[in-house]
């Protein structure tokens, strides 16, 4: 709620004016609700149905408290007082105003209010850190499958004939000391020899199977930056008593 200062000389109690407060007359009446704050006078608006706006000079104004402002007429003799027009401004007037209104600006500029009593109330604000995550790409993993030839050494056991030629003493041999009818001729015996020999075949075959697959672990990392917060000081003079409260 926005509030303004209304001064009056000689009275120390009148210290605040805030727009929507009740205006009591001297009968204790209800009159209507502050509807503008000058310095030389309120705006009071009055009236249900049909409302109308009559200008109170500060000089009506007995006291203000409890958010209700009580003048020294009562609500039937507002009606010959001839505060149906808006009193003129002087330039004093003008300077008050706008310096209030300056000042409610920066007050709404600044998020301070401002209650009746002289209280005040200054917001103090700072920053926290929020943390999100989001997916990005680390970078990828290239499987690459290649040939290696080397040789291979295998023992194999092989078979072959071979001719032995055994002399004997005819008196102990097989012959019966005849001599052959082809005896002193020439003579050709080819004698067939066999044996093995390698051959060699490749036959393919599954040596081991490699599974691949992607999965995701978890680790913590330290998120670091700086952040800002208001504080309030508080300046005082030497002789001036300044009372801290802590919530």
């Given amino acids: 709620m926005s509030q303004h200062n209304v001064n009056q000389p000689g009275r120390d109690n009148l210290t605040e004016v ?4 009740d205006v009591i007359g001297s009968d204790g009446e209800k009159i209507g609700d502050v509807a503008a704050i000058q310095p030389h006078y309120i705006s009071v608006e009055k009236g249900f149905l049909f409302k109308t706006d009559i200008f109170v000079p500060t000089s009506a104004i007995v006291s203000v408290e409890n ?96 001719v032995r030629v055994e002399r004997h003493d005819a008196t102990t041999g097989h012959a019966s000391g005849q001599v052959p009818d082809d005896a002193f001729q020439e003579q050709d015996i080819e004698i067939p020899l066999r044996g093995e020999e390698a051959e060699v075949h490749k036959t393919a075959r599954v040596r081991e199977e490699v599974d691949i697959s992607k999965g995701t672990r978890e680790r913590d990392e330290q998120v670091r930056d700086s952040v800002r917060r208001e504080e309030l000081h508080v300046d005082k003079d030497d002789d001036v008593k300044v009372e801290r409260e802590r919530p």
């Fill in 18 to 21: 805030a727009y929507g407060w």
């Fill in 67 to 162: 958010k209700k402002v009580y003048l020294n007429v009562t609500k039937d003799q507002i009606e010959n007082q001839d505060w149906d027009r808006e009193p003129e401004m002087t330039d004093r007037h003008r300077e008050v105003a706008d310096y209030n209104e300056q000042a409610r600006t920066a007050d709404m500029d600044s998020g301070v209010s401002r209650e009746a009593g002289d209280r005040m109330h200054i917001p103090l604000s700072e920053e926290h850190l929020d943390v999100t995550k989001r997916d990005v790409e680390r970078g990828q993993v290239r499987v690459h499958k290649s040939v290696v030839e080397e040789d291979q050494v295998v023992n194999v056991p092989l078979r072959e004939e071979e």
